[in-house]
Nanobody
Framework: VQLQASGGGLVEPGGSLRLSCAAS??????MGWYRQAPGNKRELVAT???????????NYVDSVKGRFTISRDSAKNTVYLQMNSLKPEDTAVHYC?????????WGQGTQVTVSS
């Protein structure tokens, strides 16, 4: 299984970034993004169900609702995180996650820095 994440960077407050995560090597039922800021625990940002009867169902941490949107391209086995109205507190290493047959896989982190 491989998860290839991309799209991080430096952006000013109020700006936007889009993260991508391309998954390969298995069939995944759930994919999403987590983040970890210095000194903090890793936290869930957003997830989307990618297989089964509830495919497309999304979940967000309260702090990003209305600003971030998670979406998927099933043909490409890719999940996107569109991040708008970014705030300095969104600064963190963002990690892609995918679950396949009850096993959890992680991609490499991508740094998101929101600063003026």
């Amino acid at each position: 299984v491989q998860l290839q994440a991309s799209g991080g960077g430096l952006v000013e407050p109020g700006g936007s970034l889009r993260l991508s995560c391309a998954a390969s090597g298995s069939t995944f039922g759930l994919m999403g993004w987590y983040r970890q800021a210095p000194g903090n625990k890793r936290e869930l940002v957003a997830t989307v169900i990618t297989a089964g009867t509830t495919v497309g169902t999304t979940n967000y941490v309260d702090s990003v609702k209305g600003r971030f949107t998670i979406s998927r391209d099933s043909a490409k086995n890719t999940v996107y995180l569109q991040m708008n109205s970014l705030k300095p507190e969104d600064t963190a290493v963002h990690y892609c996650n995918a679950v396949s047959f009850f096993k959890s896989y992680w991609g490499q982190g991508t740094q998101v820095t929101v600063s003026s």
